[in-house]
């Protein structure tokens, strides 16, 4: 099982809607695999993260999930010459969006979050990151 950090850009989508549902569908841009576990960072205004998520399925063509993630969207998603390869995510703990969050960017650079967070990372690279997020999230 491997931990990834996903970035979310709030400004487009609307996240919290998003995974306020059973079952969340994500663009995949990464070596993911079921059971992996997903670790959502909201951008601003709310820079920190949101939700552990586990990957439940890979795969999914964009095709086959539009209709369940188009409502989210805040703004037009600009069009892709190739169907997106989606996962579907179930969140397993929701986390309190607070200023003072140990989970904020104000925390996590500190205990290993490097540089800007444009893509997902695999946090088995960055074990300082990855022990102090599991220490805070249980």
């Known amino acids: 099982m491997t931990h990834w ?4 850009n ?3 989508y609307d996240v919290l809607g998003a995974f306020a549902e059973k079952e969340t ?6 070596k993911v695999a079921v059971d992996d576990t997903v670790y959502i960072y909201l951008a601003a205004p709310h820079k920190q993260l949101g939700f552990v998520c586990y990957v439940k399925e890979i795969g999914l063509a964009e095709s086959a999930v539009l209709d369940k993630v188009r409502p989210f969207f805040l703004k037009a998603p600009e069009g892709s010459k190739k ?4 996962m579907k ?3 397993s703990k ?11 960017l104000e925390f996590l650079k500190p205990n ?3 540089g800007m967070l444009m893509g997902p990372r695999k946090l088995e690279n960055n074990p300082a990151l990855l022990t102090y997020i599991q220490g805070v999230t249980g």
């Open 5 to 8: 950090l996903y970035p979310a």
């Open 10 to 12: 709030t400004k487009f």
């Open 25 to 30: 569908f994500w663009p995949i841009s990464s």
């Open 83 to 86: 169907d997106k390869l989606f």
């Open 89 to 91: 995510l179930k969140v």
């Open 94 to 104: 929701r986390i309190a969006l607070d200023k003072g969050s140990l989970l904020s």
């Open 112 to 114: 290993g979050l490097n």
